[in-house]
């Protein structure tokens, strides 16, 4: 994996780069849709690419995991030939999934016991056979397995995860080395920084995941219930020690809000279900605010979805048929609004790299966040 | 609206023809995907239109006199404006849901009063009624409102509802010659033909429905229990005694055998929603077959979903990434399970037309037939 800084904003630390991968190039600030099962959920794979330009997708190591399991991965030759999606893909190391949706039973210095959300069956995650398992998935950027505390953890706790997610992440890396890619291209892996709010941990962390010479970095356990001014402080202290060329990737981040602020610092990688699942509940992130499109004041508003926005849905449907599709529980309304909000991210990070290349960032980011934040 | 029968195949009662509505023209014979609530579910409009060529939809008259309701759909300008789907369209009259779907709580000579599935609200359905609602609805065809009995019941009770039904239609009738189109353009009204299994009964409203100068010409009542032999049997009786200058929609039906038994005993147009609602249950229609997608045997099938099939998800996706998408209950399973399925119905009704132009309808029949209801 290669990556080119190309343009730092003046008057600020956006930055505008390229990665090269084995799959295709990917142009930075970037947002990556996340396809949690091996797809971005209610999107064709033609539109994604096509119509929302995805550049990059997200997998969920956990769920493929579970179901279709890497008997079936491997056998297919990889995740992009299973699924059929043939750009860059980034697996995460199943590390919150098992904290999170499953049952995790037990989590000791060896890995995290846990039960399956489907059936209840058994499994053990360590950082050893996480890096096993996302070298059968093949995805082309892999995650560190690491322990993600909750954004109000106090210091003591935060301190001792910090120490495991460590300790955890040097064996991952020894993993790494010991293993090949199985499908005949190279696969990255991310260390990634924690800390919760602790400045003095973030830097700790910064410096410790430098010992890993990796292709990028990531920074884990923000948005995770903390305030946001305290993620953006935690960027900047993070990224301040974080090696300049190299990409940083913010994880599992956010309103378009939290996206154009942590660009601004300096962050070039960016994945957030919010697009799709808010999507799917009628939330619609337009270039002239956010709807909520299950009320009231949208029922007899004929206009198009967004007619400055990108997608071809923008303009095919209405907001009042788009009202009338969720109130009436219909799939087209999750796939209009899916297809929309992740076309709506992927141009608002296209535009954001348009004004860092420009020179122009730091004026176009409080205009145009007045605009898209603004409730309709 | 304009029918020319072009062609009728040798040695069968299969006819090609065109149908010229105000919002484009049909070639039959022609399967209607059926768009419940104005979607075709699982099917964004540019893929219905592109990729399936879906030439005319059905919407049900019941489902949006509910939701959004003739106000709203006024205030669009009628259906096609509130749906964006801008090619023919055909509501049904909603007799058939108010008997299925709602709580028909009592049907007398007025019409039928009932209880909306969504929030029990009370409601009166009267041939009248239902022809002003499909008037401020729009679609280019209109339906007639009948009772349609069970395909067992008995002789007395098909002969007392084929009476109703056809006093009801007078009542239609007139109500259509009282009105006029909201839009500025034409709504056909099409009678329909019902009597159960009864020759005699199906033969006497097959000529009833002729004193009505219809643009067109219904079969009711069919596939609702019956064993498939009658149905045939009386699709050949009715169509004896219909005139041959007009187009004979046969109402649900069917699998792709049903459909093309019917076209064989000339057959214009059809609707169902089994290309969708079995699609979203795992039911795939291939030109080598029907799958259970959910089947073990899918599992490692990296085969493309049906590489003779005209959808571009026939060669974008694998049986087994399909499969891991039903089982991993993912919306996307259902969108591609549906465009493919409306497809291979459109692909199938093509395939019919053709080769009723050619003349080789009789024997293209019988072996297109052993090869599409195989399982596989």
Request: aromatic share 10%.
């Amino acid at each position: 994996m290669f990556f080119e800084l190309q343009h730092t904003a003046r008057g600020t630390a956006a930055r505008a780069g390229r990665i090269e991968t084995a799959h295709g190039s990917i142009e930075t600030p970037i947002f990556m849709p996340v396809g949690t099962a091996a797809t971005v959920k209610g999107i064709l794979h033609r539109d994604l690419k096509e119509d929302a330009r995805a550049q990059i997708i997200l997998a969920n190591t956990y769920h493929l995991y579970l179901r279709p399991g890497t008997q079936v991965l491997e056998q297919a030759g990889g995740v992009h030939r299973f699924s059929g999606w043939d750009g860059p893909m980034l697996t995460d190391s199943g590390g919150f999934q098992v904290f999170s949706l499953a049952d995790c039973r037990k989590i000791d210095e060896e890995g995290c016991r846990f039960a399956s959300h489907i059936d209840g069956s058994k499994h053990l995650f360590t950082p050893e056979n996480v890096i096993d398992t996302q070298r059968s998935i093949g995805a082309d950027i892999m995650m560190a397995f690491d322990e993600c505390p909750p954004g109000t953890a106090p210091k003591e706790y935060a301190e001792r995860s910090l120490e495991l997610t460590n300790r955890w992440l040097a064996r991952c890396w020894e993993q790494y080395e010991r293993t090949q890619p199985k499908y005949g291209y190279r696969q990255s892996l991310f260390p990634i920084v924690q800390g919760v709010t602790y400045p003095d941990l973030r830097e700790r962390s910064a410096t410790f995941v430098q010992r890993f010479p990796a292709d990028g970095y990531a920074i884990g356990g923000l948005a995770v219930g903390e305030p946001a001014e305290d993620m953006y402080r935690m960027i900047e202290v993070t990224n301040a020690v974080l090696p300049r060329d190299k990409p940083r990737y913010l994880m599992g981040v956010g309103t378009p809000a939290n996206i154009l602020e942590a660009i601004e610092r300096g962050v070039d990688m960016f994945d957030c279900v919010m697009p799709t699942r808010n999507g799917r509940n009628g939330m619609i992130f337009t270039t002239e605010g956010i709807i909520n499109i299950r009320n009231e004041k949208w029922r007899t508003d004929f206009s198009p979805l967004d007619p400055a926005a990108p997608s071809f849905v923008d303009a095919a449907y209405t907001k009042a048929y788009l009202r009338h599709l969720t109130i009436s529980g219909e799939m087209l309304a999750a796939q209009i609004a899916s297809l929309h909000n992740v076309a709506f991210y992927l141009w608002l990070v296209r535009e954001a790299r348009r004004h860092i290349l420009d020179d122009t960032f730091a004026e176009w980011k409080p205009r145009i966040l007045e605009k898209i934040t603004k409730r309709l």
